[in-house]
């Protein structure tokens, strides 16, 4: 297994574009997340998924869009880029959806200038 | 909604003494309280938890305690080597929350041979 996959590594954009970041396991698990990570911060919730077709808003969704259409894929979409964006961004997933152990991808360091 | 401060951001030790990180919570109704350690350029991992129907968890050289009554937790590791030099980040959930988790700030350990 591959685990949970990110891509790109690292991205950068200008203030105004539009990205995806894509995230992918291949764990067959239910629940999926994405996270930002922002120095002294923690990581923060931004969306989540506890299947395919459900979504809903984590601590910090403005700005952000997600979808998920197959268990396997959980994009995260900006629409238009702010410096504010800038941070490393972490998708995790688990099996379980009540308070299981969440596997994290390698992450996605975004500069928006 | 739920926040979780942890101490101290920093914390240097020399290789074989024993480290501790402390995290306080302030939603009364969290019960699950997982460590997650973070390796450079790497998504976080869990290394251990703990629920709110036990004291004290222990595994090999890792143990975490949880006061429920001064809503405070903490991360003990004895006989600290290189390896465990990483950034430890504790987080909180609530028993009807699913998978959501707040997490703390975090904590750079550092262990010098």
């Given at each position: 297994n591959a685990g949970v996959t990110q891509t790109p590594k690292f991205q950068v954009l200008k203030t105004g574009q539009s990205m995806t970041l894509q995230c992918a396991q291949d764990?067959?698990?239910e629940y999926m997340s994405w996270y930002r990570q922002d120095p002294g911060m923690g990581l923060r919730l931004i969306h989540y998924s506890v299947g395919a077709g459900i979504t809903d808003q984590g601590e910090v969704p403005n700005g952000y869009n997600v979808s998920r259409s197959t268990t396997e894929d959980f994009p995260l979409r900006l629409l238009s880029a702010a410096p504010s964006q800038t941070s490393v961004y972490f998708c995790a997933s688990s099996y379980?959806?009540?308070q299981e152990t969440q596997y994290f991808g390698p992450g996605t360091r975004l500069l928006v200038l | 909604g739920e926040n979780v401060e942890q101490h101290p951001s920093t914390l240097s030790v020399q290789e074989g003494d024993s480290a501790v990180i402390k995290c306080t919570y302030s939603?009364?109704?969290?019960?699950y309280f997982p460590w997650y350690k973070q390796e450079l350029g790497k998504g976080p991992q869990l290394i251990i938890d703990i629920r709110s129907n036990v004291g004290e968890k222990k595994d090999q050289r890792i143990a975490v305690t949880l006061n429920k009554t001064a809503k405070h937790f903490s991360l003990h590791i004895t006989e600290?080597?290189?390896?465990?030099?990483a950034v430890y980040f504790c987080a909180a959930s609530r028993?009807?929350?699913?998978?959501m988790l707040t997490f703390g700030g975090g904590t750079r350990l550092m262990v010098k041979p």
């Open positions: 764990m067959n698990h379980g959806l009540h | 939603d009364s109704a969290s019960n600290t080597q290189p390896e465990d030099s028993g009807n929350a699913g998978n």
